[in-house]
């Protein structure tokens, strides 16, 4: 049996990976609650605290004025007149991109309205598709956490080509042990995104 040569792999090569620490292993001290690093296989689990109510309430739930989805922001990479990503406000990720999509109009999942729950799907896929323009990356995940904010939003993580330890629900811990990357390389990611989501419209970093 011939193999056949275009499923021969080979270390990827972009400028991304060619910054990453490929080889070292990342410390996850600074991770809140963290166990060791995603490489090793046993976690240490940390006692179940206490479950004490009434939570606290997140930002934007008892005043839609405090809420940061609704202000205006230099780190709003694309806009339109219903949604909107920003990326690069916790300073700069390890990973290729992490950007959070939001509707303009303060609403929660439980309350968003049809034509917002309509528009969700077309802007993953244009999320999707635009962060996957960034050569170093292979897929796009896309998770909602739902405890800092009462504002509806989704978080878009690009998965790199070729990080297998990478997939699945993982992919956020390694952002946080990820060292930044510099910020040339991040602001140019951060720009091919914004052009793809603008080439279909709206308007990359409306806010600069």
């Known amino acids: 049996m011939t193999d056949d040569a275009s499923s021969v792999q080979h270390p990827a090569d972009t400028d991304w990976h060619r910054w990453a620490p490929i080889g070292e292993t990342l410390d996850a001290s600074g991770v809140a609650g963290s166990g060791p690093a995603p490489s090793i296989a ?10 004490l109510v009434p939570e ?3 930002s934007g739930e008892r ?26 406000f916790g300073g700069n990720t390890g ?4 950007g959070a999509i939001s509707p303009r109009r ?4 439980e309350d968003a309205p049809i034509e917002v729950l309509a ?9 999707s598709e635009a962060t996957k323009a960034i050569p170093a990356v292979a897929r796009c995940h896309f998770s909602r956490w739902n ?30 042990v ?20 603008a080439a279909g419209g709206g308007a990359a970093f409306p806010n600069r």
């Open 119 to 127: 528009g969700l799907g077309p802007i993953l896929q244009r999320v």
């Open 106 to 109: 303060h609403v929660k999942l």
């Open 178 to 197: 990820m060292p930044a990357m510099p910020d040339e390389l991040m602001q140019n990611n951060l720009r091919t995104v914004a052009d793809e989501l």
């Open 95 to 98: 990973l290729p991109f992490v």
């Open 42 to 51: 046993e976690f240490g689990m940390l006692p179940l605290k206490e479950m």
């Open 147 to 176: 405890d800092g904010s009462a504002h509806l939003h989704m978080w878009a993580y690009a998965r790199p080509a070729g990080m297998m330890q990478g997939r699945g629900p993982i992919l956020p811990y390694w952002e946080q």
């Open 56 to 58: 606290h309430p997140r």
């Open 63 to 88: 005043d839609s004025s405090e809420c940061h989805h609704c202000r205006p922001s230099e780190y709003t990479v694309w806009a339109d007149d219903d949604w909107q990503v920003n990326a690069g």
